[in-house]
């Protein structure tokens, strides 16, 4: 007899279960809603927020149909779910102007978003829909225009201090260094001075050209990248930004996304599938640069400080969060280019930090600037869409290099932010956001119906097939099939894939590829009925001798398709990833399934004399 242990229907019925729960959430759709999160690290969206949208909505009379504060993630957010998409769009525009009254400088993102509508234990299981390619759902794109120009700057900057440091180790006398637009004025008190400082530069720094001006009385040495540094800082500047870009979005658990260069100097990013078009926003749009400058203590720098006096020659005025002005030096001590690592932490007084790690250059300048200016104010200074904010402004206690503490964080949740966006990468130069739009199915509503209706008939005439030409066993492979394709989406859903038009086509091909493994097994136990075996010995044989020719092709068509994934991009690998889970599923559903269903049927009879295969054809017999 043909018997499965109570183990075996136990794991199919846990299957079946699993697929069921898992496919189930492509049902139910979403429904249209606004998200709400903050594009500062000095601000976060809390239940004071929460308040002052449920107060608003209300004044303008706009129904939601649910508000809530999410605050698991990197950045707390809340997502208020709207009947219709013509509300979500009163609520949206309502909602910016409100939380936003500066658009110069706003605090907060207020963008449109979907919201499935799975039921919530259903999401606590992390039960949750596919999320649908730019070819089926759209998504969302955007053009970001790098800041070149700040580039070539901040090197100029960094130049200036290398050289600064450079002249004093080498014990070469100057009488300042001074920035004139895109080159640097070294003054000199006499010629000979200005000679040993050439060679001295011209050794060290083989990115610059070297001019000698000035008068006898006053000479000079003008410093300018050479054209190919010039260029060089703007090409690296423009891929560092792109790999940030790339480490960001690997936040966001995007599939197949688009970052490319655009031009000289633009980035395109599109986001295929995304639902969380707030926090992509968030992620992407965020410019963070970190910078370390020494507080201007002198009495013209605590003047401007009050506004009561201008801001001094080589100073700029900031303000601590958003209240408190403070005059920093411009000298720039470290940057963001500069950081290797940081982590939340607690300080001494268990207060909430983000522990630094610089790079060795950066660490040594550290360590001469505050041996120098001991009991002397710092400020940490965060750069954000081209504005900065002091994050804390402490006195050095002591000599440090490479590993510090910026203290005074509100909470461990900001200590946590904070570290999190500094350790996605400094960029090279500002970025700013000037084109944002959702892209519509680029093939339509009808071609994507079209497609999913191609993959039901197809289903179909295989079902009207099998069971017309194997009978009872071709309802077995139908249902090992239909098991088959719940099996396939509810691990897609599960590993929340992206479902693009060739992955519709690559569950469309599992399909075949698992109904001719029902087709091998089939016509192995007619031809050993033909052979005259009993019925039992001819499903029991039939199962084991197809089992090896099914797994034979199975496997080097897995190999392809490992293959597809590792060479291909985009589409390609989309297709290879359903490929691959398809072809496990196949074997799971074809053999293990379909005997256990066959086994149901027929295994407990000990005396069968047939079975439904449909029409068994023997040879006829030779006349003697």
């Known amino acids: 007899m043909n018997r499965y242990p109570l183990w075996k229907y136990l794991l199919i019925v846990i299957a079946v279960v699993f697929g069921v729960m898992y496919t189930v959430p492509n049902l139910f759709g979403s429904s249209p809603a606004v998200q709400i999160a903050s594009i500062k690290a000095t601000v976060h969206a809390d239940t004071a927020l929460l308040g002052q949208v449920e107060q608003a909505l209300k004044a303008a009379g706009i129904a939601s149909q649910g508000i809530a504060l999410e605050t698991a993630g990197v950045n707390p957010a809340i997502r208020v779910r709207l009947a219709d998409t013509d509300t979500q769009a009163r609520a949206q525009k309502l909602l910016d102007t409100t939380l936003n009254p500066d658009h110069s400088d706003p605090a907060y993102v207020v963008a449109d978003n979907l919201l499935p509508r799975t039921p919530e234990w259903l999401q606590r299981l992390h039960a949750l829909p596919m999320y649908l390619g730019l070819d089926l759902r759209g998504g969302v794109h955007f053009l970001l225009q790098v800041d070149l120009d700040e580039a070539v700057n901040k090197r100029l900057q960094t130049t200036e ?12 006398h100057h009488a300042g260094i001074q920035r004139s637009g895109d080159r640097l004025e070294i003054r000199f008190r006499d010629l000979a001075g200005r000679s040993q400082a050439m060679g001295v530069i011209h050794d060290s720094n083989a990115d610059l050209a070297l001019k000698e001006g000035g008068t006898e009385a006053d000479p000079l040495i003008l410093a300018t990248l050479t054209p190919t540094a010039l260029a060089a800082v703007q090409d690296n500047a423009l891929k560092q930004n792109i790999t940030t870009l790339k480490k960001r979005i690997n936040e966001l658990a995007v599939s197949e996304p688009v970052v490319q260069q655009q031009g000289t100097d633009r980035v395109v990013v599109e986001l295929p599938g995304i639902q969380d078009t707030a926090r992509a926003k968030n992620i992407i749009g965020r410019t963070a640069t970190l910078e370390a400058r020494l507080v201007d203590v002198s009495a013209e720098g605590q003047a401007a400080t009050s506004g009561a006096a201008p801001v001094p020659f080589g100073s700029e005025r900031f303000t601590v969060g958003r209240g408190v002005p403070v005059v920093l030096k411009k000298d720039v001590i470290f940057n963001g280019s500069q950081l290797e690592g940081a982590n939340a932490t607690f300080d001494d007084k268990q207060q909430a930090a983000v522990s630094i790690t610089l790079n060795d250059a950066a660490g040594r300048i550290m360590l001469q600037t505050t041996r120098e200016n001991l009991k002397k104010p710092m400020a940490v200074v965060l750069f954000e869409r081209g504005r900065g904010e002091v994050l804390t402004v402490a006195t050095i206690q002591g000599e440090f290099g490479s590993k510090f503490q910026i203290t005074g964080q509100s909470n461990a949740q900001t200590a946590n932010d904070l570290a999190l966006l500094l350790r996605a990468g400094a960029l090279a130069a500002p970025m700013q956001i000037i084109e944002e739009r959702q892209i519509g199915p680029s093939l339509g509503a ?62 469309a091909f599992t399909l075949g590829m698992a109904i001719d493994a029902n087709v091998l097994i089939n016509e192995r136990i007619r031809e050993e009925l033909r052979k005259g ?26 190999v392809a398709g490992i293959f597809l994934f590792m060479l291909g991009s985009g589409p390609v690998r989309g297709f290879a990833v359903v490929h691959c889970l398809g072809i496990l599923t196949s074997i799971f559903s074809a053999v293990f399934v379909s005997r256990g269903l066959v086994n149901l049927i027929y295994g407990s009879r000990r005396k069968l004399q047939s079975v439904a295969i449909g029409q068994i054809w023997r040879p006829a017999a030779s006349g003697g």
């Open 161 to 172: 201090s290398d050289l600064r440091s450079l002249l004093r180790d080498k014990d070469v």
């Open 533 to 558: 075996a009993a019925p039992q010995q001819a499903i029991a044989q039939g199962y084991e001798r197809a089992f090896a020719t099914i797994l034979d092709s199975n496997v080097t068509t897995l």
């Open 446 to 507: 009808a071609n994507i119906e079209a497609g999913l209706r191609a993959t039901a008939f197809g289903f179909g005439a295989i079902a009207v097939f099998m069971i017309a030409y194997y009978a009872i066993f071709g309802v077995v492979s139908v249902i090992s099939l239909a098991l088959n394709l719940l099996l396939l989406v509810g691990i897609l859903s599960l590993l929340q894939a992206t479902l693009t038009l060739p992955g519709i086509a690559a569950i």
